[in-house]
């Protein structure tokens, strides 16, 4: 996610933004090209509660498709040894992807408020400190922010051990139980688009180029998201001092 611009490269460092990752970069991550949904703004016809929206701190109401998220042709791997079921983890890759389309959604309208209220992390501004920072960023250059997600191939649901619980407290994240192996592949982008219709890419993943990713978490169910994938931490299995850190949990 892992997977940065200016101020952000530093808080990049060993974590990353779930499905982003600047070729220029090898310790970031990068996505796919996917359609942007429509928002709807704040009207007595939206979907859910416009003031519920508000609470997670929004300033529109995301598209309902987004909780019909799926995992679609995404393989999902149970690599716990039977501690959890296969159906279980199917339930928690989808909660994951839906999560995630939340995310991206937010990223590309610039809903920083979101993705610090939302309640998709318990520590937002580690995991989502590089979509933050970029929002922010366009925010301040008056431009629109345009992000494209990796291809997400598979999803590997893996135990985490205790032993490690140091060494995700010491980045600022939560220990958690378990975390999903992203196998995933470029292309992405990060782009400006200013008030005349100029584009500058600001980021790049080439197409085929892998950018591997641990997110640790938990299922959670939301009145208004549906079930989502709480993630509580983000790491990005490229850069070197993370694979050390994280052994086979970084593998493909």
């Known amino acids: 996610m892992r997977r940065r611009l200016l101020a952000g490269i530093v808080l990049a460092l060993l974590s990353t933004a779930c499905g982003i990752l600047p070729q220029a ?58 501690a959890v079921s296969d159906a279980d983890a199917r339930r928690w890759a989808a909660a994951y992807v839906r999560a995630n389309a939340y995310e991206f959604w937010a990223w590309n309208h610039q809903q920083d408020g979101f993705l610090a209220g939302a309640g998709l992390s318990h520590v937002p501004t580690q995991v989502f400190g590089y979509d933050i920072a970029t929002i922010q960023e366009a925010r301040k250059a008056g431009v629109q922010l345009t992000v494209t997600r990796l291809q997400l191939r598979r999803l590997v649901l893996r135990p985490v051990p205790d032993a490690l619980r140091s060494r995700f407290t010491t980045q600022l994240f939560l220990w958690t139980r378990y975390a999903f192996f992203l196998d995933q592949i470029g292309p992405s982008d990060l782009t400006w688009t200013d008030r005349q219709g100029a584009k500058t890419v600001k980021a790049h993943r080439q197409a085929g180029v892998g950018a591997p990713e641990l997110v640790g978490g938990q299922i959670a169910t939301d009145e208004l998201m549906g079930e989502v994938w709480v993630v509580d931490s983000d790491w990005d299995c490229t850069a070197p001092n993370v694979r050390a850190t994280l052994g086979a949990l970084c593998s493909a």
């Open 25 to 82: 970069d090898q310790q970031e991550q990068g996505g796919r090209p996917t359609a942007k949904p429509s928002a709807t703004p704040f009207a007595e016809d939206s979907p859910g509660d416009p003031a519920a929206w508000r609470r997670k701190g929004a300033t529109e109401v995301p598209p309902s498709s987004l909780r019909a998220t799926d995992l679609g042709t995404i393989q999902v791997v149970n690599d716990t040894a039977g």
